[in-house]
């Protein structure tokens, strides 16, 4: 088995704890021990020099085998040549070598394998001790030993590249989750904002207007200016009370987003031209769509679009004549124009540049297109059109 594309061994190479590191060094030490046993007796009769030489060649292997991760070729080539002439680093070697193997890379498996293979025929043929009569059974001892061990190494490396590979995709899977969430938030942040855009700039527009008829004129009678006051007065409540509507999807508990405004429905198209011409706006309008029948949205998505076009309309061009008309049919679509003429002066009316910004945004999302222009007699023209099934 090898590697996946593009992981690499340090990538699930898990970080080892103390109990690890002891567990895995008093494995390799009583493997030691079990190895370099049955000459001790003899060494330590006639060769202590040779014991003293064993013993210390098989500390320095363990001290080595500490770095057996970050040189794991350096640290199991130096463990296999101290195994020619020290039992006692036998099981340092059989460390280094798992440790090697469970990195699953063919291309130093089978050069460690073969010089582990060598060395440890060697070992057992020519070095003092050895039994000589036995070789072929001590050859293919040693072939078992070396393949075991590389075989354990790898079953623990496709192991642990196993769990990384399922923590990985856990943690893509939570990342693209929070991004999902992400985008939600956002996509429900611009739809509030678009809401909030449409529900008060049109109140707050009327207010405006009237505010600044009151500064302009100072030969008004007292009954008109309380008129006047009064519809400031009650435009402004009824901003406040939208406002809160509004808000109400902000909040988290379920019963906070119970005043939520209600969606317009088709025959609210006629009252909002209606409430404007109640504020002194002359318009002229013309419906030949069948709005009784039209669905929900397409009739709150059509509200909407004259909603900022008239506010529009009211903010830039107070004084004009807008002419607005409503026409078509499941087969054709629905169509709305809005046409005034553009103010012979800037207005000192503020805007935020938005208004149309979030109207095309929310066409776009109805499934429908918004074209604006300006006509060669000084004209500016609104265009929306959008499918029946909006």
Not at 16 to 45: D, K, M, Y
Not at 81 to 92: N, Q, R, Y
Not at 123 to 151: C, E, K, R, W
Not at 346 to 359: A, E, F, R
Request: charged share 20%; hydrophobic share 45%; with cysteine.
């Amino acid at each position: 088995m090898t590697n996946v594309v593009g992981v690499r061994p340090e990538d699930y190479q898990p970080a080892l704890t103390r109990w690890g590191h002891l567990w895995r060094f008093g494995l390799a030490l009583v493997l030691s021990v079990l190895s370099s046993a049955p000459a001790t007796a003899e060494r330590l009769a006639h060769a202590r020099w040779w014991l003293a030489g064993d013993i210390a060649i098989g500390c320095v292997c363990f001290v080595v085998v500490r770095w057996r991760r970050r040189y794991p070729v350096a640290v199991a080539t130096f463990t296999t040549l101290a195994g020619l002439v020290s039992a006692a680093a036998s099981g340092a070697s059989a460390l280094a070598m798992v440790s090697l193997a469970t990195r699953r890379r063919w291309r130093e498996i089978v050069p460690q394998a073969l010089l582990a293979f060598v060395c440890g025929a060697v070992a057992q043929t020519y070095f003092p001790g050895a039994d000589s009569s036995h070789a072929l059974i001590n050859t293919g001892a040693m072939a078992a030993i070396v393949g075991l061990m590389i075989a354990w190494g790898m079953y623990i490396g496709s192991r642990r590249e196993l769990l990384a590979s399922w923590q990985a995709r856990a943690q893509s899977a939570e990342d693209e989750q929070a991004a999902k969430v992400q985008q939600a938030r956002t996509a429900e942040r611009a739809r509030i904002a678009r809401e909030m855009h449409d529900v008060l700039a049109h109140r707050i527009s009327t207010v405006h207007m009237y505010a600044g008829a009151l500064a302009y004129r100072e030969d008004l009678p007292t009954a008109q200016v309380r008129e006047t006051a009064t519809v400031i007065q009650e435009t402004s409540h009824l901003a406040l009370t939208e406002l809160r509507e509004v808000l109400g999807v902000l909040r988290e508990g379920p019963g906070d987003a119970t005043p939520e405004r209600p969606q317009a429905s088709p025959a609210d198209i006629d009252g909002l031209v209606d409430d404007n011409r109640a504020t002194g706006m002359h318009i002229e309008y013309a419906c030949s769509a069948d709005l009784s029948h039209a669905p929900a949205a397409l009739a709150r998505t059509t509200y909407r679009c004259l909603q900022e076009a008239l506010t529009n309309a009211r903010k830039h061009a107070p004084s004009a004549t807008v002419h607005v008309r409503i026409r078509g049919a499941q087969a054709s679509g629905m169509e709305l124009e809005v046409v005034n003429a553009l103010p012979l002066a800037p207005t000192p009316v503020p805007g935020s540049g938005l208004g149309l910004v979030g109207l095309a945004e929310r066409v776009e999302l109805a499934g429908g297109r918004q074209t604006t222009r300006i006509t060669s007699d000084d004209r500016f023209v609104l265009t929306v059109w959008l499918p029946w099934q909006a």
